[in-house]
T-cell receptor
Framework: DGGITQSPKYLFRKEGQNVTLSCEQN?????MYWYRQDPGQGLRLIYY???????QKGDIAEGYSVSREKKESFPLTVTSAQKNPTAFYLC?????????????FGPGTRLTVL | EDQVTQSPEALRLQEGESSSLNCSYT??????LFWYRQDPGKGPEFLFT???AGEEKEKERLKATLTKKESFLHITAPKPEDSATYLC???????????FGAGTRLAVHP
């Protein structure tokens, strides 16, 4: 089945730790995205990538980093510089970044800081 | 600044009681308006894309409509399995990204 997978489903982080969230897609999409979802707020864009080895900051990139070494993979690292990382993280992909292209979402990773 | 506002924040319906969810927006150059359904603890599931005022799309008990300032998601004779949060998002040509509303939490009771 084609789709987007995220792992792990749940992740716990201690203060000062960096953690990496995995996102893989087999839809052959060029564009991939990371969003953060907090209760009562709309999804906020962290980073996006339109092609391999290229990515751009979104609205809330501080304290996060990404890489895009393969078309199908777009991992997100939450660094110790992110002061309030507890949230639900969603990865998405689309054929391109054009407005007419639908973004499809993975199942999400819930990150909790202990 | 491009903005999306959804109302109401929460809506409780009896099974079979039809209603509408609202998504109002301001944007410099609408390129697409998207509706998603999100179940608790899961990723959003794509429902519809609308591109121009007057456009309508339907899927089972759901119908989405679009004007120049707002979109409606009409739910006809809802069932308990329609309970979810419904998200509206628009693609801003000026910012080249999706802008999401905060969502409407719908609860349908038997």
């Amino acid at each position: 089945d084609g789709g987007i997978t995220q792992s792990p489903k749940y992740l716990f982080r201690k203060e000062g730790q960096n953690v990496t969230l995995s996102c893989e897609q087999n839809l052959n999409h060029d564009a991939m995205y990371w969003y953060r979802q907090d209760p009562g707020q709309g999804l906020r864009l962290i980073y996006y990538s339109q092609i391999v080895n290229d990515f751009q900051k979104g609205d809330i990139a501080e304290g996060y980093s990404v890489s895009r070494e393969k078309k199908e993979s777009f991992p997100l690292t939450v660094t110790s510089a992110q002061k309030n990382p507890t949230a639900f993280y969603l990865c998405a992909s689309s054929p391109r970044t054009a407005g007419t292209d639908t973004q499809y979402f993975g199942p999400g990773t819930r990150l909790t800081v202990l | 600044e491009d903005q999306v506002t959804q109302s109401p924040e929460a809506l409780r319906l009896q099974e079979g009681e039809s209603s509408s969810l609202n998504c109002s927006y301001t944007v410099s150059g609408l390129r697409g308006l998207f509706w998603y359904r999100q179940d608790p603890g899961k990723g959003p599931e794509f429902l519809f894309t609308l591109y121009s005022a007057g456009e309508e799309k339907e899927k089972e008990r759901l119908k989405a409509t679009l004007t120049k300032k707002e979109s409606f998601l009409h739910i006809t004779a809802p069932k308990p399995e329609d309970s979810a949060t419904y998200l509206c998002a628009l693609f801003s040509g000026g910012y080249n990204k999706l802008i999401f509303g905060a969502g409407t939490r719908l609860a349908v009771h038997p």
